[in-house]
C-alpha cells in the first residue's frame, strides 16, 4: 500500500477501494479471521453508519481470497490458507422504501447478478428457490462451499415497522427470501448478517436457531467503530490538524472528540467507543459538528416514540432496562428503550449482573443534543421554529436576562397547536427540559431533596436556576414553595455561582406561561 498522506474514506465502504487507494484505515481484519475461524452463521447489529457495510465487505474479500489486499494487516499475518470461495453479498439498504412488487423486483436484481456467473435452474422461479440454485451450482461449479453475506437485512422492513398492514407482506418476502439458508448448511463456509435491530425482533430468521450473535459480546464490542488507542495511533497528524485549526492544543482535541463522538458501548464489559462517521467527517472538516443527525433520523422511531412515549426527562437519570427486553419485538413491547439503545441514541453505561440489569444513558453531547432537537421538533410553534426560539432564549440566558427568557419561552409556547398540548404540568416541565438540554446547560428535573422534589434545576457557566411551575395556580406560590422546601439549599456554597429562583405559572386557558416571579 502507498505511504504518505491518508485520504479520509468518507462515504466509501468497499474494502479494497479502501486499502488499494491509500484510504485512512482502522485495521478490523484480526476480529474478520478470528469470526470466520470460530462460527459459521453469524449476527451483528450496529446502529446506522457505524462501519457496518465496511466489515461486510471485508468478508467479502476475505473469502474471496484476496490475499493481497491484507498484506500488512492483522488478517494478512494469521490467516494461511487463502481458497477462493464463491461469495454472494447482498446488500439491502437499497431495498428501502419498496411496496411488495418493487421488493420483488429489486431481489430479482440482486439473484440476477449471480445468475450470470453461475446459471439459473430451469425450475428456479421464487426467489427462494432462486438462492438456492444459486449456491448449489456454485459448489458444483468450484468445488468450494459458498458465503452468504447479507448487509443491513432489516432495511426493507424498518420504515414500516409500526404499520402492520404494510409490515406483514414485506416481512414474509424477506421470510421466504432467508429460508433457503439452513438448508443449504452442507454447501455454506460462512453466513454473515448484520442490521440494526436484532434478528429475533423481526422473526425472519426463525428457522436458523444456530444463529451466533455477536452484538453485545464482549470480545467483539470494537469491531465497528474506533476505540480511544486506535484514534490515537492511526490519527494523530489529523488530530493535530484539528487543533490548529480550531486554535486549541492536541489534548484538548481529544477531550472535544471524546465528548461530542466517544462514549458508545455494545456489551457489558465494553470499550469506549467512537461513531466513526462523526469522528471522521469531524476530522476531515477540522471542526466539532453535528454529522451523524445531519445525515437524518429515521422516521420509524419518531413514529415509534409517538406509539410507545418515553419520559424525556428521565433520560439522562439512566433508565433501567431488563436484559430480556432487548428480545421482545417491538411490535409487542411498550418500551421503547432497547430501540433507543440498538438505533445508537441511548448506549450502555452499566450492568448488574446480579439483577440482570442494564443501565442506559446518552453516548455524548452530539447524540443527546440531536436527539432532543428532534424531541423538540415534536412540538412545532406558531411563533418560531424550534432552532429559532432556541438561539434567541439562549441568548436571553447567557447575559442572565430570565425576564427576557421567559417572555421567549411564554410566546413559544402560546405558539404550540391546541392539539398537541396536554394541559398538565408535566407537558411544559418536558418542553424546559427539552429546551435547556438542547442549550448545553445542565439540567435536571424532579431534583431530590430533604423534603421534597423541584421542578427543574438548571446550571449555566455562572448561575444556578430552580424553577418551580404551577398550572393555573399561582408564580407566587410556586416561588414561596422553592423556600420552604429548601430547593434552593443544596447549592447555597457553591462559589462564584448566582443564585436564582423562578416560579412559574402555566394557564391551561392560554396554554402558556401567565406569570412568573423571580427571586
Request: glycine residues 6%.
Amino acid at each position: 500500500m502507498e505511504t504518505g498522506k491518508k485520504l479520509f474514506p468518507i462515504g466509501v465502504q468497499t474494502f479494497d477501494d479502501i486499502v488499494s487507494d491509500n484510504y485512512l484505515y482502522v485495521d478490523k481484519t484480526g476480529y474478520v479471521h478470528d469470526i470466520a475461524t470460530t462460527y459459521k452463521y453469524v449476527f451483528l447489529s450496529r446502529p446506522r453508519r457505524f462501519g457496518k457495510s465496511l466489515l461486510s465487505s471485508t468478508f467479502h474479500c476475505y473469502f474471496e481470497g484476496k490475499k493481497e489486499l491484507f498484506e500488512g494487516l492483522k488478517a494478512g499475518d494469521m490467516k494461511k490458507d487463502w481458497t477462493r470461495h464463491p461469495v454472494f453479498h447482498f446488500d439491502m439498504s437499497s431495498a428501502k422504501h419498496k411496496d411488495e412488487a418493487q421488493l420483488l423486483e429489486e431481489l430479482d436484481k440482486k439473484l440476477y447478478v449471480y445468475e450470470q456467473v453461475y446459471g439459473r435452474g430451469e425450475k428456479d422461479v421464487n426467489v427462494n428457490q432462486r438462492l438456492e440454485g444459486l449456491v448449489t451450482r456454485s459448489f458444483e461449479q468450484t468445488g468450494e462451499r459458498a458465503v452468504i453475506i447479507i448487509d443491513e437485512y432489516d432495511a426493507p422492513l424498518l420504515d414500516v415497522m409500526n404499520d402492520k398492514q404494510r409490515l406483514e407482506p414485506l416481512r414474509q418476502i424477506m421470510r421466504n427470501f432467508y429460508s433457503p439458508i439452513k438448508s443449504l448448511d452442507p454447501y455454506l463456509r460462512f453466513v454473515f448478517i448484520t442490521g440494526i435491530n436484532k434478528f429475533a425482533q423481526l422473526s425472519i430468521f426463525s428457522e436458523l436457531n444456530n444463529l451466533q450473535n455477536i452484538s453485545m459480546m464482549p470480545e467483539y464490542s470494537a469491531i465497528c467503530g474506533i476505540s480511544q488507542s486506535e484514534m490515537e495511533t492511526n490519527m494523530r497528524d489529523q488530530i493535530q490538524a484539528l487543533a490548529d485549526e480550531q486554535g486549541i492544543s492536541y489534548e484538548e482535541a481529544i477531550e472535544g472528540l471524546k465528548d461530542n463522538y466517544d462514549g458508545y458501548h455494545f456489551s457489558y464489559r465494553s470499550e469506549d467507543v467512537y461513531n466513526p462517521f462523526s469522528l471522521i467527517k469531524a476530522l476531515n472538516e477540522k471542526r466539532f459538528g453535528s454529522y451523524w443527525f445531519d445525515t437524518g433520523t429515521p422516521t420509524y422511531l419518531y413514529e415509534r416514540l409517538r406509539r410507545n412515549p418515553i419520559d424525556e426527562t428521565e433520560l439522562d437519570s439512566l433508565p433501567l432496562v431488563p436484559q430480556s427486553d432487548f428480545d421482545v419485538s417491538p411490535e409487542i413491547s411498550d418500551n421503547s428503550l432497547p430501540m433507543l439503545y440498538q438505533t445508537g441514541y441511548l448506549t450502555i453505561k452499566s450492568y448488574d449482573t446480579r439483577m440482570q440489569l442494564y443501565t442506559l444513558g446518552y453516548p455524548n453531547k452530539e447524540v443527546k443534543i440531536g436527539f432532543t432537537r428532534g424531541l423538540l421538533n415534536e412540538y412545532p410553534s406558531r411563533a418560531a421554529t424550534a432552532s429559532g426560539f432556541v438561539a434567541h432564549f439562549y441568548a436571553a440566558m447567557d447575559s442572565q436576562d430570565i425576564d427576557l427568557a421567559m417572555s421567549k419561552l411564554q410566546a413559544y409556547l402560546a405558539g404550540i397547536p391546541n392539539d398537541l398540548e396536554n394541559k398538565i404540568e408535566k407537558h411544559y416541565q418536558t418542553i424546559i427540559y427539552l429546551i435547556f438540554s438542547l442549550l448545553g446547560f445542565y439540567i435536571q428535573t424532579e431534583v431530590k431533596t430533604a423534603i421534597g422534589r423541584a421542578d427543574a434545576l438548571c446550571r449555566t457557566d455562572n448561575s444556578i436556576y430552580v424553577f418551580e411551575f404551577k398550572v393555573d395556580g399561582s408564580a407566587e406560590d410556586a416561588l414561596n414553595q422553592i423556600d420552604e422546601k429548601g430547593y434552593m439549599l443544596p447549592y447555597k456554597f457553591e462559589d462564584g455561582k448566582r443564585l436564582v429562583k423562578v416560579g412559574v405559572n402555566i394557564s391551561s386557558a392560554t396554554r402558556t406561561v401567565e406569570k412568573w416571579v423571580v427571586g
